[in-house]
């Protein structure tokens, strides 16, 4: 079996700190890196699906190794050094004999 290449990518989470004196929300963002996540070009059919049901074009696909505990719902995501962001909610699966359990997709955002 041939080996899955796996890379590390950075997901920038962002919480809520305060408000500013005009009562706007004030978020404070983190960094955290996730390594051994696979990125792959997201297939034609998804990009269609993604678009028609979001409007939101999908250009890759990240699998979530398991034991992963971070938001990545609605998040930044850096992959190869460019800004991406989540569309939806991960898909997880409960069972795979694979390290990775689950998956998003992401979007080209700047």
Avoid: H
Avoid at 19 to 29: C, I, K, L, M, Q
Avoid at 48 to 77: A, F
């Amino acid at each position: 079996m041939a080996l899955i290449p796996t890379e590390t990518v950075t997901l920038i989470q962002r919480a809520k700190t305060g408000e500013d004196d005009f009562g706007a929300p004030v978020y404070e963002e983190t960094e955290t890196e996730v390594t051994e996540a696979v990125v792959y070009p997201t297939s034609a059919q998804d990009v269609t699906d993604t678009l028609n049901l979001t409007g939101k074009k999908s250009v890759y696909t990240v699998c979530i190794p398991k034991g992963d505990t971070n938001t990545w719902d609605n998040t930044k995501v850096i992959i190869r050094g460019k800004p991406y962001r989540t569309i939806g909610v991960p898909l997880v699966l409960t069972t795979t004999p694979l390290p990775w359990n689950g998956k998003i997709e992401v979007e080209r955002y700047e």
